[in-house]
């Protein structure tokens, strides 16, 4: 059975880093390219990030370019997302999820091409 647990948000200040970890087990997770998306309230969820099988490309949404960094240790079966200088924005849910098929472009993805959703990690920006 896959899982997906993601952790590490939490309340901080404009400007402030945190780092966001996601477990998965119950899948081959060197062959999954892997996603962070993150939901607002009254929002849709949207893709934030995206990482290759190997972590050796990535992709990010332009409103983190700069700001966020994803990575993944496929030993672990983990993937992290680093965020820093975090604005308002960014207050939202945070999910990781694996993609269930391959091929197209990065910036056509959306969250139905994604699966197995965890419940998620809160991050809260305040000004």
């Known amino acids: 059975q896959v899982k997906v647990v993601e952790s590490g948000g939490g309340l901080v200040q404009v400007g402030g880093s945190l780092r966001l970890s996601c477990k998965a087990s119950g899948m081959q997770f060197d062959t999954f390219e892997m996603g962070w998306f993150r939901q607002a309230p009254g929002k849709e969820r949207e893709g934030v990030s995206y990482i290759s099988r190997t972590g050796t490309d990535a992709y990010y949404i332009d409103p983190v370019k700069g700001r966020f960094t994803i990575s993944r240790d496929n030993a672990k079966e983990t993937v992290s997302l680093q965020m820093d200088s975090l604005k308002p924005e960014d207050t939202a849910l945070y999910y990781c999820?694996?993609?269930?098929?391959?091929?197209?472009?990065?910036?056509?993805?959306?969250?139905?091409?994604?699966?197995?959703w965890g419940q998620g990690t809160q991050v809260t920006v305040s000004s």
């Open positions: 999820a694996p993609r269930l098929e391959n091929g197209g472009e990065w910036a056509d993805l959306v969250p139905g091409d994604f699966g197995y």
